[in-house]
T-cell receptor
């Protein structure tokens, strides 16, 4: 298995531009999570999906952020418009929802820089 | 709400020595799972070790072991025979056994290994 695949690995964009981060979970995993990591706030859960349905989006910072999971093998996190304070590493992770002992498998993350 | 606390922002250990990283958590649940993740400079999140709350026996994975004290809500990580490759940020994480499927992270401990 190739693991959780995120793209792009790095993204540099100008303030005000739309940014789309992509994630392909491990085949067979039915839970998908988006996290944001910053020095100030650590690892924050933004949103998670079970069986492609958003379950908890209470961590999404504001309306500029949106996430979709159109099918079991693909998810996107979109920021529109982007701001410098959105600069962070964004992780996608997946798991078997009912197999809680196994934790999550994380992707390599996308480092977003908004200038 | 569940919380995870790592009170040691930074730790240092000599190569081949043993180091213990602390983690405490707060929960009202009786069924849950605890994890330690390692994040090296590559930023990949790597699962190091995991523990089921209903198991009294402490988990061990090669040079990594935990001291799980359920009553004290403590979950420390011991690294024996430390190696240069162990240098990384270490995160303690909690996952509930109920309807909530979220992994809640502590703020991390940055471990340096001195040659």
């Amino acid at each position: 298995d190739a693991g959780v695949i995120q793209s792009p690995r790095h993204e540099v964009t100008e303030m005000g531009q739309e940014v789309t981060l992509r994630c392909k979970p491990i085949s067979g995993h039915n839970s998908l999570f988006w996290y944001r990591q910053t020095m100030m706030r650590g690892l924050e859960l933004l949103i998670y999906f079970n069986n492609n349905v958003p379950i908890d989006d209470s961590g999404m910072p504001e309306d500029r952020f949106s996430a979709k999971m159109p099918n079991a093998s693909f998810s996107t996190l979109k920021i529109q418009p982007s701001e410098p304070r959105d600069s962070a590493v964004y992780f996608c992770a997946s798991s078997l929802g009912f197999e809680r002992f196994y934790g999550y498998t994380f992707g390599s993350g996308t480092r977003l820089t908004v200038v | 709400a569940q919380t995870v606390t790592q009170s040691q922002p930074e730790m240092s250990v000599q190569e081949a020595e043993t180091v213990t990283l602390s983690c405490t958590y707060d929960t009202s649940e009786s069924d849950y799972y605890l994890f330690w993740y390692k994040q090296p400079p590559s930023r990949q999140m790597i699962l190091v070790i995991r523990q089921e709350a209903y198991k009294q026996q402490n988990a061990t994975e090669n040079r990594f072991s935990v001291n799980f004290q359920k009553a004290a809500k403590s979950f420390s990580l011991k690294i024996s025979d430390s190696q240069l490759g162990d240098a990384a940020m270490y995160f303690c994480a909690y996952r509930g056994g109920g309807a909530t499927n979220k992994l809640i992270f502590g703020t991390g401990t940055l471990l340096a290994v001195q040659p």
